[in-house]
């Protein structure tokens, strides 16, 4: 069985600097295996051991996202082969676009079964990227992923629905989305970081990947700071908590939210 | 692609609609419903207030809404309606997915403002998982937008329901559904939340934060280290970006630093209180009452005050 992670290399937000108009500068953060990721890794890496699979590992984006640290990052990750487009073209690219050049990487790597991928991005959080990955595959796609294991040619799928647990089987090739604590994923050691540096890389050429043009269908028209709603931002004297205690229940009590 | 002035919303077998329909019904000349799934959820669709209802058919025993997939892509794909509104949810993401990969849209996520300018749909949402807000004007081909699905309508005089051909089914059946022993919690309509994060140093003292809830009148939720990481706190209870968003008159957050994932489920709050023992932890900019000090000891004097100010 073929195992595809589809990860994304990508920066916090938390890191990111935002402007009093509301633009981004991401300048100063740093990339990283996207934090919802890390699970499909692992995800991935169960299913092959229990079917005696093989798991390659999937990137796109600006050039950028290909550093050594970056392909150790994922490579000492279990994985078995690490693919990647790294082009600056993709730049800022929309989900849809993002989707459709993993789609064309996917069926590069050829003969792959199922597409792994953590629930949402970091940086975007649009939690989309997967499920319109699976429909440009022309596959089954799944959200809320918590386990996968392999019956014959057939996957079986537990996932998390509103007050419960089902299990899917899926017939032919399907993208799946792990819930953030599907597994709990190994964290690299020195065995795995060294054992990166031998696992093979392969570049894929953006240009070779038959992927549509992008289409600009969105114009910008204005960014805003967030509205953090105006708070008070009232500090109490810490150091008498008893009267801090009281007056604090004193003003909710008065502004009728207590 | 040249639109027509249609709006559609397409229904993922959940009849809680109301929230696709508000925002997509100022957005075109008719209304349209979509809907994958049974009969029952179709029949309230045409109620709900809509011009027309194209529904795909009885699913098989066992078929979930995410077989639909292809067959909601074509169908929208051939209507090349001006706006399509879907939910943001895990099985509403999977039927969006199909129709941008069928429509070569992006799928705008996080919408909390829709509007028309001239015949063009523009789409407020916030992006970087939440740090900004952007308005984007949709400039060619069809917009389309996830949303909070909202709750249920009923009402209006039903119209017909169309069935099409749904055309071939990804081979996808649920073979076993168990239900899970935590129930729901109806976070998004509680009127007073404490949340707890990383600052509770073990299971155990949970129970002063649950007590400080009772004491309150509210429910008990957390930051996502409580629920994921350490799984001391139900997931269900987890409020952020990837979790609950909340919407209460009260929001006490106790050792959370207030990172902005967690701010994002927690902003549309009325009064936020925050107590943390790091004076700079960015939660103190982002409340209206803040007391810096050990949760140990201002909980207790707080779930004391609280009681006896209620009673």
């Known amino acids: 069985m073929k195992i595809v992670v589809a990860y994304k290399w990508a920066a916090n937000p938390q890191d990111a600097e935002v402007g009093p108009d509301g633009t981004v500068d991401w300048s100063r953060a740093k990339g990283a295996v996207s934090e919802y990721d890390p699970v499909a890794f692992e995800l991935a890496r169960v299913l092959a051991d229990t079917c005696a699979g093989e798991v390659v590992g999937l990137t796109v984006g600006a050039a950028a996202i290909d550093t050594p640290l970056a392909r150790k990052a994922a490579l000492s990750r279990g994985l078995d082969s690490l693919v990647m487009v790294a082009d600056d073209a993709l730049r800022g690219a929309d989900g849809t676009r993002i989707a459709a050049v993993l789609a064309g990487a996917v069926r590069a790597i050829g003969d792959v079964d199922v597409v792994v991928a953590g629930e949402s991005s970091v940086d975007v959080g649009d939690r989309q990227v997967a499920m319109t990955l699976a429909a440009q595959l022309g596959w089954a796609g799944l959200n809320a992923v918590r386990a996968v294991t392999a019956d014959g040619g057939s996957l079986v799928v537990e996932r998390e629905v509103a007050g419960g647990v089902e299990t899917v089987v899926a017939g032919g090739p399907v993208v799946l989305a792990a819930t953030a604590d599907a597994a709990l994923p190994r964290v690299p050691g020195m065995k795995e970081i060294l054992g990166a540096a031998k696992k093979p890389t392969q570049v894929l050429d953006l240009a070779a990947l038959d992927v549509p043009a992008p289409a600009d269908t969105i114009a910008p028209v204005s960014t805003a700071r967030p509205d953090t709603g105006n708070r008070q931002g009232v500090m109490l004297d810490a150091a008498d908590l008893p009267a801090a205690a009281a007056q604090l229940t004193a003003a909710l009590r008065q502004s009728g939210v207590l | 692609m040249n639109v027509s002035s249609q709006a559609w919303v397409v229904v993922a077998d959940d009849a809680t609609i109301g929230g696709l329909l508000g925002a997509a019904r100022p957005l075109g000349t008719s209304l349209v419903a979509l809907v994958a799934g049974r009969r029952e959820v179709a029949e309230a669709a045409a109620a709900a207030g809509v011009d027309r209802v194209v529904w795909l058919g009885e699913p098989a025993d066992g078929v979930?809404?995410?077989?639909?997939?292809?067959?909601?892509?074509?169908?929208?794909?051939?209507?090349?309606p001006r706006v399509v509104v879907g939910p943001a949810t895990d099985s509403g993401r999977v039927l969006l997915g199909a129709v941008a990969a069928a429509t070569g849209a992006v799928v705008l996520a996080g919408a909390s403002e829709l509007s028309l300018d001239g015949d063009k749909v523009v789409v407020e949402r916030a992006v970087g998982g939440g740090i900004a807000l952007r308005r984007d004007r949709v400039v060619a081909g069809t917009a389309v937008v996830a949303v909070a699905p909202g709750g249920t309508v009923a009402g209006a005089a039903p119209v017909a329901v169309e069935e099409v051909d749904p055309g071939p089914l990804l081979a996808l059946r649920v073979t076993d559904r168990r239900v899970t022993p935590r129930v729901g919690v109806d976070l998004g309509s509680a009127k007073t939340v404490v949340g707890v994060g990383r600052g509770l140093k073990a299971r155990e003292d949970l129970a002063l934060i649950e007590d400080l809830a009772a004491a309150a009148g509210g429910e008990l939720a957390c930051s996502r280290?409580?629920?994921?990481?350490?799984?001391?706190?139900?997931k269900e209870r987890y409020l952020g970006i990837s979790g609950q968003t909340i919407t209460p008159d009260l929001y006490v957050a106790v050792g959370i630093s207030g990172q902005i994932q967690h701010m994002v489920g927690v902003r549309e709050a009325t009064t936020i209180v925050a107590v943390n023992s790091d004076p700079h932890a960015p939660i103190f900019r982002e409340c209206d009452y803040g007391i810096v000090g050990d949760l140990y000891t201002v909980v207790p004097l707080l779930a004391e005050a609280f009681r006896a100010a209620r009673s």
């Open chain 2, 225 to 234: 280290p409580l629920a994921e990481g350490v799984d001391w706190v139900g």
């Open chain 2, 64 to 80: 979930p809404v995410e077989a639909y997939g292809p067959a909601v892509g074509r169908v929208v794909a051939e209507a090349a």
